[in-house]
């Protein structure tokens, strides 16, 4: 349904985005707008466990989903590390089912709703999580524009995992689609052992972006009220920049 992190692309993003590391803000944004709910978290898209472990830490009750059984197994083993437990889900956004009115809040940070394919897609996986929704529940997700990508613009980055063991990640963007609202990359992710090349990952990247009362309409039409958005982690702080990261709230 979405891109599909391997066990290349999974170490890298545990290398960039470890355990605890905020983004701009968002971990004690996260906490602050979790505060005094005492019932079950899901964290969908949870990853490696960036902000999963601190807060289970902070005494927050969260179970996370994600698609790849890769981003899982690092999650697993950072649990392991910092000695924290809780269940782990490997599923689809769009037909995961845990319990009907489970949770009392589901979040999705780091803009990782933006890798869902299509607008019918999206739909469907906030109806899954109205579905999963305690009455009264709420759900946090966050957003991204596009920063004026340009056709066939390529980066490279490399990552050294030991002083022998190299990571090298290549990303072209093939297209960009501004009537569907969605831009695609390739990325090719290479793993070096003394300088020879002994594993390659090649991985579709697709970023959709929607508008901001494109995706109140689309709460609204999934069942969600009483909705919010805010600019770069400051609650009802309206955005005023395409650069900036957008986080709607909304609840059941």
């Not at 969260?62 to 899982?72: A, C, K, P, Y």
């Not at 089912?97 to 906030?126: K, R, W, Y």
């Amino acid at each position: 349904m979405y891109n599909y992190y391997g066990s290349l692309a999974s170490k890298v993003y545990d290398m960039t985005k470890p355990v605890g590391a905020s983004i701009n803000g968002d971990i004690d944004y996260y906490m602050d707008r979790l505060d005094g709910i005492g019932g079950m978290i899901l964290e969908a898209g949870v990853g490696t466990g960036r902000l999963l472990l601190p807060l289970l830490k902070e005494g927050f009750k969260v179970v996370g989903l994600d698609q790849s059984e890769e981003m899982l197994t690092k999650c697993r083993q950072n649990l392991s590390i910092h000695q924290l437990e809780t269940p782990l889900h490997q599923g689809n956004l769009v037909d995961f089912d845990l319990g009907s009115n489970q949770f009392e809040a589901i979040i999705m940070p780091t803009s990782t709703f933006c890798l869902i394919e299509s607008h019918e897609l999206a739909m469907t996986v906030l109806k899954n999580f109205y579905r999963h929704l305690s009455p009264g529940g709420k759900v946090i997700i966050d957003l991204d524009l596009p920063f004026y990508p340009e056709l066939n613009e390529v980066s490279t980055s490399s990552y050294e995992v030991t002083s022998e063991e190299l990571i090298t990640l290549e990303r072209r963007i093939i297209e960009i689609d501004w009537l569907k609202q969605h831009t695609v990359s390739h990325l090719t992710y290479a793993q070096w052992d003394k300088g020879e090349l002994v594993k390659q990952e090649l991985q579709p990247f697709l970023l959709r972006w929607y508008g901001l009362n494109e995706f109140s309409m689309m709460l609204k039409a999934a069942g969600f009220n009483n909705i919010s958005v805010s600019a770069d982690y400051e609650f009802g702080v309206s955005p005023t920049d395409s650069n900036q990261t957008i986080t709607f709230e909304a609840h059941k």
